[in-house]
Nanobody, 123 residues
């Protein structure tokens, strides 16, 4: 069973930093790209960052480039999102996600999500 558990969300002042963690189990973590998304109430869930299974390549949405860094520790089955220079607009519930093939349905995939962790940016 795929399980993703986020942690690290907190209240932080603008300009501050925070590191989110996502512990993963139930799938071949080291060969699976991992993603971070965020969602504000009333708005669509937004892709923030993705990282390849080997951790050698990553992608960020424009609004966080230069401020956020996605990383992973495959020995710990954990993905991280380092958030620096936080802005008010970064406040959201942050989720990690993995896309996996469905057992018995090799042509189909399913997006698995963690429970989310709240990041509040306030002065």
């Amino acid at each position: 069973q795929v399980l993703l558990v986020e942690s690290g969300g907190d209240l932080v002042q603008p300009g501050g930093s925070l590191r989110l963690s996502c512990y993963a189990s139930g799938f071949p973590f080291s060969s699976s790209p991992m993603s971070w998304y965020r969602q504000v109430p009333g708005m669509e869930r937004e892709l923030v960052a993705v990282i390849t299974g080997d951790g050698l390549s990553s992608h960020y949405t424009d609004s966080v480039k230069g401020r956020f860094t996605i990383s992973r520790d495959n020995a710990k089955n954990t993905t991280y999102l380092q958030m620096n220079s936080l802005k008010l607009e970064d406040a959201a519930v942050y989720y990690c996600m993995t896309k996996q093939k469905l057992p018995g349905l090799p042509l189909s995939t399913h997006d698995y999500w963690g429970q989310g962790t709240q990041v509040t940016v306030s002065s």
